[in-house]
């Protein structure tokens, strides 16, 4: 059945640029996905990718196409077959899309993790749409690619870049957490009992905020994307809601056979001030606490690109290297290696779910992670990105992430707990990481 | 160096496969399996060498490694190095107990002190190694035992490297895959010295 599948190019032409309000409209009423890396980052390069109307989606365990057709397949099976198998420029991006959190359990042997999921969104979601425009602000061009299945009989109606204001009214009421203070605080004290017992040696924890909103969703989701510490963000608009990702996390990027990937940890605010700015960075450099968290993740991440890379291949190029964005420092690190196979199928499996959102060693920390926080992650802290038909690909974390569905917008926050963390101080961080998307949702 | 069938036994670790790139870099021709550690086959399988891997959890939360010591890898003899959890299991094994850490250390690299015997033949000491654990064996247990400290962490008295007196068991409880440790390639090399030397 797979072996039918694929797509074809029927146009590729050059448009104007359109603006950030247009995007959002089409994204909205065309099931659109709209990704994007920050105009403010030194590294990485200023681009858009939306893709409008999907004619293919991957579900996970079954592909479903415009035409009806319905296909079961093993855990992500038929991506890379389907990339194989279609005619369309090695520049258009192919498949774009998410792997939730929750999909973790299908990649690892039965019984290992619980089959946790949330109910609104699928756990995985990746498509193959209609129309891709990729827009490139270095060269001040846009592409637009129209795809469509072959020998498809299904339709649609050409885009209009409108101009459009988008209603700016909305409020945010009923703010609740599912866990207090004093619950989060005993979480991780529970955690580090783990860690003095031998079980891990690092756990992501985290806790659910939700809320209820009214009014004008797009300015909501608007007012995210227009927040300035975006490394890797995301709007993507599906049948059963609304993903806005203000990442400042790459998971891994590949391009030819070379994979990459970057780990953050520790956070640190900038000061308006040179000199203590300065301060702030040497002292996060230094912090013994936020570097062995990065080495942990180091290592974990060096494990995790050996398992598809050729030995000898993999290397540590930068630990820790400071990351600036406007208002915070991070640390980071850079991990590269030499693909055996460039399969998305198989990098996933090998390296899902990030180390820096899940723990060390990864499986127990996960299971432990289960147990203490007792809802499912949804979307949250998997991974949001896309795949080129060339096979290049470049997927983030998904922190700093809103769901919308019906009047609800929820996220969750959290921070990595070792044996060096301090329960209050981690609460306090969960607050500060609240308080960003709080502030730049509500931004007028 | 003739080619070897590596078994590299998996405690459903994070850094297993560091060990194996490590593995396939210092012993090129050789044929090296991952098994996860309730993985029955290994009672059948042939092979020339086996790596305890690292593992959350205790000594005795290792899956069949047990059984595996008892019918086949100590009645064949069969050359055994375990990391971290797979060196407290040797400990274990021999009824050594295991205590938590004075000072747990995870992602840090310490100096280590050895005698330049053994598997640290040729090495200097005090070199850098990474720690990753919580729990530890302590020197002074394992006097009048079956086991030979070969190294220790000199702020905590900790056991760092250890061998059977004669069997061909060796243990290191820091991680020598970790981008923090060095010398990970020469310690491999020493410890396929000592088990083949005799014999070749």
Known sequence: MINNLSVIQLSEESINIPTLDQVIVLVEKNQGCFLFTSPDKEFSHIRWIVGLNPIITHFGENIQTIDGLNIEVSP????????????????????????????????????????????????????????VIVIDFQTQSAILYTLALKNTIKQFPPIILKTQDIPTHFNISNLTTNKTREQFMADVEKIQEYIRAGDIYQANLTRKIETIYQGSKLQIVKNLLESNTIEFGAFLNTKYGTVVSTSPER?????????????????????????????????????TKNRRELAMIVDLLRNDLSRICKPGTVIVENFPQLLTLNNVFHLLAGIVGELEEISFEKIIYAMFPGG???????????????????????????????????????????????????????????????????????????????KNILNALQKK | MKPLKIVLFDNYDSFTHNLYHLLATTFPNSQITVHRNHDRQLFHQSFDLIIGGPGPCTPGETGILKQLFETRIIAERIPFLGVCLGMQFIAWYFGIPFHRSSVPIHGDAI?????????????????????????????????????????????????????????????????????????????LLNFHNEVYQKND
């Open chain 1, 76 to 131: 992500l099976e038929g991506i890379d077959e389907i990339i194989e198998q279609s005619t369309v420029n090695p520049e258009c991006p192919l498949w774009l899309g998410y792997i939730g959190w929750d999909f973790k359990d299908r990649l690892e042997e039965p019984g290992l993790f619980a089959r946790l999921s949330d109910i609104l969104f699928p756990p995985c979601s990746m498509s193959i749409y209609h129309r």
């Open chain 1, 251 to 287: 998971f891994f990027k590949v391009e030819g056979r070379r994979i990459s990937t970057f780990p953050i940890k520790g956070t640190a605010p900038r000061s308006n001030d040179v000199t203590s700015d300065q301060v702030i960075a040497d002292d996060l450099l230094s912090d």
């Open chain 2, 111 to 187: 100096p280590i002190q050895h005698l330049g015997t053994s598997i640290f033949n040729n090495l200097p000491n005090n070199f850098p190694v990474a720690r990753y654990n919580s729990l530890e064996i302590r020197e002074k247990e394992l006097k009048n035992t079956e086991l030979i400290t070969l190294a220790t962490e000199e702020k905590t008295g900790a056991v760092m490297a250890l061998k059977h007196k004669s069997l061909p068991l060796y243990g290191i409880q820091y991680h020598p895959e970790s981008f923090l440790s060095k010398f990970g390639k020469e310690i």
């Open chain 1, 356 to 434: 820096s959102i899940s723990g060390c060693p990864k499986i127990r920390a996960i299971q432990i992670i289960e147990e203490i926080e007792q809802i499912p992650r949804g979307i949250y802290t998997g991974t949001l990105g896309y795949i080129k038909k060339n096979h290049s690909m470049d997927f983030n974390i998904l922190i700093r992430t809103v769901m919308i569905s019906g009047n609800k917008l929820w996220f969750n926050v959290g921070g990595g707990i070792t044996l060096l963390s301090n329960p209050e101080q981690e609460y306090e961080e969960t607050c500060h990481k609240a």
